[in-house]
């Protein structure tokens, strides 16, 4: 079974960019026509906010599809809007991969247990059903909190092995409140450092014919310098990094999260690309903003990593 890493790099040296795109549809932000035109249909109800979000991340995923690798929807923007948000959610994830792109859940799952496990189950496993057992949300990849220790990972990493899916742990999250607990130190180590070498631990028996494990992290742009740290921890771990662009880190500050081989991460945009229409003011074609905006952020990251000296695509 071909492992969630080497599907990853496969698909950014496919599409020469290691660039992805959140998809995070915040309905205030949809353009106006589109919600219009569900209120119609379905009125001021959790339905039309679910349909407007459909048919803008399809927009979106036509528009952006053979510029990046994969995207990553955000699921605390579909599941406020209660069952039909979670339709969303999910068409979204099925649209998406059958358009040829990898979907990075952003979840940050977290328990013990048999809690973790049905967490591992809905979304990267299979769930019985009446004694069958099926896919529901059927991701790639989802991130996963690491603050209640093996008992909250463990099943995770069993159906990334099992179905050949991925995680990302958070390790150094891109927030700016992120050192309150996570630059802690203990035992003379930051407790960033303490999570990556644990992430280098669990990552060890997921490693692919690529040299990289399906076991990644979760390191923000916005801390370039701790990023240098994390990358020697985790030589071995994809990156997933959060913080580009709306907010506030550039090309240069990511290029500490990939090794000098060129691989090693993706970045995220969310607003920055999804809602580039906005500061153009083109409602009417914000899915071409959107892919303008694509093209830009993979010309962005491609020339920095070259000017430092890194293979680029």
């Known amino acids: 079974m071909e492992t969630f890493a080497d599907r990853l790099i496969k698909a950014i040296e496919k599409k020469q960019n290691p660039s992805i795109v959140g998809l995070d549809p915040r309905l205030e932000q949809i353009p106006s026509f589109i919600k219009e035109e569900m209120i119609k ?3 001021k109800t959790f339905e039309a906010a679910a349909e407007s979000i459909i048919f803008f991340n399809k927009k979106i995923i036509d528009a952006v599809k053979d510029i990046v690798p994969a995207v990553k929807p955000q699921i605390a923007f579909y599941e406020k809007y209660l069952a039909p948000g979670i339709r969303a959610f999910k068409e979204t994830v099925d649209y998406a991969k059958s358009k040829g792109l990898i979907v990075i859940e952003d979840g940050k799952r977290n328990d013990i247990g048999s809690t973790a496990q049905a967490y591992s189950e809905a979304h990267l496993g299979k769930v019985d059903l009446f004694g069958e057992k099926v896919s529901a949300f059927d991701v790639d990849c989802i991130t996963v909190n690491p603050y209640l220790g093996i008992d909250g990972i463990a ?49 060890q028996d997921t490693i692919g014919n690529s040299g990289y494990g399906s076991v990644g992290a979760v390191v923000g742009a916005t801390y370039p310098e701790e990023a240098v740290i994390l990358r020697k921890l985790m030589p071995k771990s994809i990156f997933l990094v959060p913080g580009y662009g709306a907010q506030g880190g550039g090309a240069k500050d990511t290029i500490p999260c990939f090794n000098r081989d060129g691989y090693g991460a993706v ?10 229409y906005e500061k153009q003011k083109r409602e009417a074609d914000f899915d071409k903003a959107a892919k303008e905006a694509a093209v830009k952020m993979k010309d962005d990251l491609n020339n920095a990593l070259k000017e430092a000296g890194i293979r680029a695509w």
């Open 267 to 276: 970045i995220n945009s969310s607003r920055e690309i999804i809602f580039a």
């Open 155 to 203: 099943p995770f990493i069993a159906d990334v092995k099992k179905h050949g899916k991925g995680i990302f742990v958070l390790v150094k999250t891109s927030n700016p409140s992120s050192g309150d607990f996570q630059d802690l130190e203990t035992k003379g180590k930051k407790i960033y450092e303490v999570v990556a070498d644990l992430v280098n631990k669990w990552n």
């Open 41 to 43: 249909k379905y009125g």
